[in-house]
C-alpha cells in the first residue's frame, strides 16, 4: 500500500468516485474538508483537537454531542477546562483515580502490548511523565533541562530537531515506570495544593517554543489535563481492542 508523507499534493483537489476504503490517516490536516454523497460504514476519526472547531454531519455539528458523551463516559473529564484551583484540582484527582483504576484492571501480560501504530500502557505513561516534564516542570517552574530520560517523545519530535540524547532508548520495567509516574503525579498535586488565583493568571513562555503563545500557569495546567484525559481514552480504546482479540 502507497504511503504517503508530508505531502500537500491534495489540498483543494476534488475526488469524484474514489475509493478510500482501508485506508489510514495519521497526523494529516483535513480541515475544510467536503464530502458529499459518501459511505461512512465504519468511519473511525480520532481528534485529540476537535473540540476546537466544527464537525458537521449532516447539516448538525457534532462536536458538542461528541464532548457531552465523552464527559458522560468519563466522569470529571470537563473539569480539564477549569479556570480555578478548585476545579483544577477536582479534575486532576478525578482523572488520578481513573488511572488507577485502569492501571489495576490490565493485566500485566499487557501492559506492553499495543495495538499497530499506538502506544502500549507502558509508554504511554511514558509520555505522561513527559507531559508533565514539559508543562510542568519546564513551563511552569522553568527547569532548564526538565524531562527525565524515561520520558516517551512525541512522533515527528527528532524530525523537528528535538535532542533526542536526553531519553532512554530501550524499554523500561513497568515498575519503574510506575514509580516515576508516581513522582511526577506527586508534584502536580503539590503544586495544585500551593497555587493561588494570581500564580495561575502569570504568563509562561510555550515549552516547546514559539512566541505565537504565552500560556498562562493555568493553561499550562490544562494542557495536562487534556493529555491525561485523551491518552486514558486511547489507552482504554486499545486494551478492550486487545483483549478483545485475545480472548478463547
Same mark, same amino acid.
Given at each position: 500500500? *502507497? *504511503?504517503?508523507?508530508?505531502?500537500?499534493?491534495?489540498?483543494?483537489a476534488?475526488?469524484v468516485r &474514489?475509493?478510500?476504503?482501508? #485506508?489510514t490517516?495519521? +497526523?494529516?490536516?483535513?480541515?475544510?474538508?467536503t464530502m458529499r454523497g459518501v459511505d461512512?460504514?465504519g468511519?473511525?476519526?480520532?481528534?485529540? @483537537?476537535?473540540f476546537?472547531?466544527?464537525?458537521?454531519?449532516? /447539516?448538525v @455539528?457534532v462536536?458538542p454531542l461528541v464532548?457531552?458523551?465523552?464527559?458522560? %463516559?468519563?466522569p /470529571?473529564?470537563?473539569?480539564q477546562k477549569?479556570?480555578?484551583i478548585e476545579g483544577?484540582?477536582?479534575?486532576w484527582?478525578?482523572?488520578?483515580?481513573a488511572?488507577?483504576? &485502569?492501571?489495576?484492571?490490565?493485566?500485566?501480560?499487557?501492559?506492553d502490548a499495543?495495538?499497530?501504530d499506538?502506544?502500549s %500502557?507502558?509508554? &504511554?505513561?511514558?509520555?505522561?511523565? =513527559?507531559?508533565?516534564?514539559?508543562? %510542568?516542570?519546564?513551563?511552569? =517552574?522553568g527547569? $532548564?533541562?526538565? +524531562?527525565h530520560e524515561i520520558?516517551?517523545?512525541? &512522533?515527528g519530535?527528532?524530525?523537528m530537531g528535538?535532542d533526542?540524547?536526553?531519553?532512554?532508548? $530501550?524499554?523500561?520495567?513497568?515498575e519503574?515506570v510506575? #514509580?516515576?509516574?508516581?513522582?511526577r503525579?506527586?508534584?502536580?498535586? @503539590?503544586?495544585?495544593a500551593?497555587?493561588?488565583?494570581e500564580?495561575?493568571a $502569570?504568563?509562561?513562555?510555550?515549552?516547546? /517554543? /514559539?512566541?505565537?503563545?504565552?500560556p498562562?500557569?493555568g493553561?499550562c %495546567?490544562?494542557?495536562?489535563? $487534556?493529555?491525561?484525559?485523551a491518552?486514558?481514552r486511547?489507552?482504554r480504546r486499545?486494551?478492550?481492542? =486487545?483483549?478483545e482479540s485475545?480472548?478463547?
Amino acid at each position: 500500500m *502507497t *504511503t504517503y508523507f508530508g505531502s500537500d499534493e491534495f489540498e483543494g483537489a476534488t475526488f469524484v468516485r &474514489t475509493s478510500f476504503k482501508g #485506508a489510514t490517516m495519521r +497526523f494529516g490536516d483535513v480541515s475544510g474538508l467536503t464530502m458529499r454523497g459518501v459511505d461512512l460504514d465504519g468511519l473511525d476519526v480520532d481528534s485529540h @483537537d476537535l473540540f476546537f472547531g466544527k464537525v458537521f454531519v449532516n /447539516g448538525v @455539528d457534532v462536536v458538542p454531542l461528541v464532548e457531552a458523551e465523552l464527559n458522560r %463516559l468519563f466522569p /470529571g473529564r470537563e473539569l480539564q477546562k477549569a479556570e480555578t484551583i478548585e476545579g483544577l484540582t477536582e479534575g486532576w484527582f478525578a482523572v488520578q483515580d481513573a488511572w488507577a483504576a &485502569t492501571v489495576k484492571d490490565t493485566p500485566r501480560d499487557l501492559v506492553d502490548a499495543h495495538v499497530e501504530d499506538e502506544w502500549s %500502557l507502558a509508554k &504511554t505513561l511514558r509520555h505522561l511523565i =513527559l507531559a508533565t516534564d514539559a508543562w %510542568l516542570r519546564g513551563g511552569i =517552574l522553568g527547569v $532548564e533541562q526538565p +524531562f527525565h530520560e524515561i520520558g516517551q517523545i512525541f &512522533t515527528g519530535a527528532e524530525q523537528m530537531g528535538f535532542d533526542m540524547s536526553i531519553f532512554r532508548h $530501550e524499554p523500561a520495567e513497568f515498575e519503574e515506570v510506575l #514509580a516515576v509516574r508516581a513522582e511526577r503525579q506527586q508534584l502536580v498535586t @503539590d503544586f495544585l495544593a500551593a497555587a493561588t488565583p494570581e500564580l495561575l493568571a $502569570e504568563e509562561r513562555p510555550n515549552p516547546w /517554543g /514559539g512566541d505565537d503563545w504565552r500560556p498562562s500557569v493555568g493553561d499550562c %495546567l490544562r494542557v495536562i489535563l $487534556e493529555e491525561e484525559w485523551a491518552h486514558l481514552r486511547y489507552v482504554r480504546r486499545d486494551l478492550a481492542l =486487545l483483549q478483545e482479540s485475545s480472548a478463547p
